[in-house]
């Protein structure tokens, strides 16, 4: 697997210590290699170290880390875990904090950093290198890549054959028995989000009761994306990634099931990002800040588009992989102030019984 699992009782308690709910204790593209040097400020910065939390897939940030440091000669620390576990323990942390970058799976965890101001400005320059709606409004974090949620459907089965055009489908009466979700990702929390802000909170609520009486739940969305494989349901809300990295694990004599998007402008069809920034604390400044240009620079973003983790790379000209259809044309990015740290959806999850 690209990332740990937890179970869905952990992340629910991690995730309300990161909110503060609780009290918790202690290419095409591919340019030259001047892209990243420029990034870096060149040899200056060799034989420095630098920190990073990552949230994100550790076989890919495993090679990111590796090509930063060959093209620059800064050592990488990673400590690779779940972003909403990485974020409390900075906040536990505070200035003591031996990150010098966070670098998170969903906007939510990096939001929650900066309302408690621990996060520093990024460059101007690195900020320009992504679409402005792909970062934070106040310049605290970059965006580096992009996911979309879809349905996947076991292959041949009703979900598959007629598959529900809007994520509000699935609290219907029709679909009890027949589905399954993973309400503890924190992948789910952001369509939680987005139905808020779309059909209002009381809808948001009354769909996430018809999603329990309606779902088998499941731990992650590996779990999830296997029991559709599997027939073990008929379908359930994932990222999109998730089906490409079951039919690369399973081979795709072996994969039995069809990802599907929702309609676009659809609250399931949620495009969203992930994102770093350099903590305002951090010891290595000028070195935090190379590590963000970096990423945001062609050549780490072709490492992210040929890599396992089959996400969108960010950066204008940086093509993903030729079986990813264009972004535009299935989701709509979310609005980063409108998904805010996820406390609202949080809390609806928590009310409804869907996690602890």
């Known amino acids: 697997m690209l990332r740990s699992l937890r179970p869905v009782a952990a992340l629910s308690l991690t995730t309300a210590c990161l909110l503060g709910l609780t009290a918790c204790g202690g290419s095409s593209g591919s340019k030259d290699d001047g892209d990243a040097s420029s990034a870096s400020n060149g040899a200056s910065l060799k034989g420095q170290t630098v920190t990073v939390y990552s949230g994100q897939h550790e076989q890919t940030v495993k090679a990111l880390a590796a090509d930063f440091e060959k093209r620059t000669g800064v050592k990488v620390e990673l400590r690779s875990g779940d972003e909403a576990e990485l974020a409390n323990q900075i906040l536990q942390e505070g200035a003591a904090s031996p990150a010098d970058v966070f670098y998170a799976e969903n906007p939510p965890a990096l939001t929650t950093l900066e309302e408690k101001g621990l996060l520093a400005p990024v460059k101007a320059d690195t900020l320009k290198a992504v679409p402005a709606p792909d970062s934070s409004p106040k310049g605290d974090w970059v965006g580096i890549s992009a996911r979309t949620a ?51 909170e009381d809808a948001a609520r009354k769909w996430l009761e018809g999603l329990k009486a309606n779902a088998k739940t499941y731990d992650s969305n590996e779990d999830l ?31 039995h099931a069809k990802l599907h998007y929702f309609a676009k402008g659809d609250p399931g069809a949620l495009v969203d990002v992930s994102g770093a920034a ?60 409108d998904l805010g740290d996820g406390k609202e959806a949080l809390k609806l999850l928590q009310d409804t019984g869907l996690l602890a």
């Open 150 to 200: 879809a349905f996947l459907a076991a292959e041949g089965k009703g979900a598959d054959t007629a598959p529900p055009p809007s994520v509000r489908d699935l609290a219907k009466p029709e679909w009890k028995g027949h589905l399954g979700i993973a309400p503890g990702e924190t992948d789910f929390a952001p369509v939680v989000t987005r139905m808020i802000k779309t059909d209002g």
């Open 225 to 255: 994306s296997a029991a559709v494989n599997k027939g073990e349901v008929e379908g359930g809300v994932i990222d999109h990634y998730y089906f490409y990295r079951l039919r690369d694990e399973q081979t795709a004599a072996k994969t």
């Open 278 to 337: 350099a903590l305002k604390h951090g010891k290595h400044q000028q070195a935090a800040q190379a590590f963000l240009a970096y990423l945001a620079s062609a050549p780490a973003q072709n490492v992210i588009a040929t890599s396992e983790s089959y996400e969108y790379p960010l950066v204008p000209g940086v093509k993903g992989k030729s079986e990813l259809p264009a972004l535009d044309t299935i989701g709509t990015v979310a609005n980063v102030a």
